[in-house]
């Protein structure tokens, strides 16, 4: 059966990613939300406002951000914040002493550094897992009985990929919240809150924001109540961007399923390449047939993303030799802008995790991390070549 002419159909993602929470200013016509420059607002008398009275509570623009990401990946409410570990610090606060959380075995370096604050120094029981494993996974869930069960997918930096819906199932059945880090994939590529997860974490600093001129972060909620109580508590803790960040996230986000399509298809082509050289000792991109889960991932994700792991057969001496001779790959760290980066995780982000923790999920000295960006597709293959050349 055919649409009917002129019935109403949701609009598709790059659709929505120019108008969700972004309609023309209603005092102007200005098609871009204005950058709400004001700490305070006019209250007509004590208590009666237009719906602002301090921009640590609300700001226009960021209002405009938090909608539009809700929108994107479905939920209920979000919260914009300064960072994406300014969004993980307030969700730690929410817990209570003594909460039991299970969280994946690869994560971030700076996620692992904050759940060892946390129980180090309020008493939060905090175990790791590796998710994709779900008789582990199983286990787990029935002797420690976690309140919170925490991680990412693709994970950072194996590009492991987690069941998002088996996962979510599992741990729901002990009546864990599900919270899912959804930055290297997101909204354009996974939602997580459509496969059952109960909040999504973004460092919106990466592909939401695009260009490598933005720190940010966000949680996207499925019920309305979590999404008010953290509110709250974001309120009263205060991590919140700036207008001029939230307008910049917003900017990017306008272009995030163009770039993200581009991200993709320049990483597949960087991953094939480096697949076949035979100083490469094992690339990871999940756009691979030869990914662990590659088939999960044709399931689970609309596109592959932006990020290729590799480990070189000469190690440490050899990455550092590839590092020094590539031209159009930055060193540094951070991911998702236009412009491709490399890093070594070991020896950058991933350094505050112990040595013995990192080798053991096989993040090695020589391991390297790209983020392919959106040049010229040839230019970024030739470059990875010529690195490794003699």
Not at 131 to 141: C, H, P
Not at 212 to 225: C, R, Y
């Amino acid at each position: 059966m055919t649409e009917k002419a002129g019935a109403k159909r949701a609009p598709r993602f790059d659709t929505k990613a120019i108008h969700s929470g972004q309609e023309p200013d209603p005092l102007t016509g200005a098609v871009n939300v204005p950058v709400y420059l004001t700490s305070t607002y006019v209250q007509s008398e004590p208590g009666v406002t237009k719906g602002y009275e301090y921009s640590r509570t609300d700001n226009p623009t960021r209002t405009a951000l938090q909608r539009a990401l809700a929108e994107l990946e479905g939920g209920v409410g979000a919260l914009a914040f300064a960072s994406g570990l300014g969004a993980f610090s307030t969700l730690l606060w929410s817990l209570k002493s003594g909460t039991k959380v299970l969280a994946g075995d690869d994560l971030y370096g700076g996620t692992y550094r904050l759940f060892e604050h946390a129980r180090r120094t309020w008493g939060l029981s905090c175990d790791y897992s590796g998710m994709s494993d779900l008789r582990e996974l199983r286990q787990k869930l029935a002797s420690q009985k976690p309140a919170v069960v925490y991680f990412e997918t693709p994970t950072n930096p194996l590009l492991t990929i987690i069941d998002i819906q088996e996962v979510t199932r599992l741990a729901h059945e002990g009546g864990a919240l599900v919270v899912v880090d959804n930055t290297f994939a997101t909204p354009c590529f996974q939602r997580p809150l459509e496969l059952g997860a109960d909040v999504i974490l973004h460092s919106t600093t990466k592909y939401l924001g695009g260009h490598s001129d933005v720190v940010g972060g966000a949680l996207v909620f499925k019920e309305k109540e979590r999404y008010e109580s953290m509110k709250w508590l974001q309120n009263a803790a205060g991590a919140v961007p700036g207008p001029l960040d939230c307008y910049l996230v917003l900017r990017g986000i306008h272009t995030l399923g163009v770039r993200m399509r581009a991200h993709a298809a320049n990483a597949k082509a960087v991953a094939e390449a480096l697949s076949r050289h035979p100083k490469v000792a094992k690339v990871l991109y999940p756009g691979l047939s030869s990914h662990p889960q590659y088939e999960l991932a044709r399931r689970q994700m609309n596109g592959f993303g932006g990020m290729v792991t590799v480990d070189l057969k000469g190690g440490l001496k050899d990455s550092r030799r590839f590092l020094s001779r590539l031209r159009y790959f930055y060193l540094g760290e951070s991911l998702g802008g236009v412009e491709s980066l490399v890093e070594a995780p070991a020896l950058m982000t991933h350094q505050s995790i112990p040595k013995e923790m990192r080798e053991k999920r096989g993040i090695s000295d020589g391991l390297l991390r790209l983020s392919v960006g959106i040049e010229d597709r040839d230019d970024l293959v030739e470059d990875v070549l010529q690195a490794l050349e003699d």
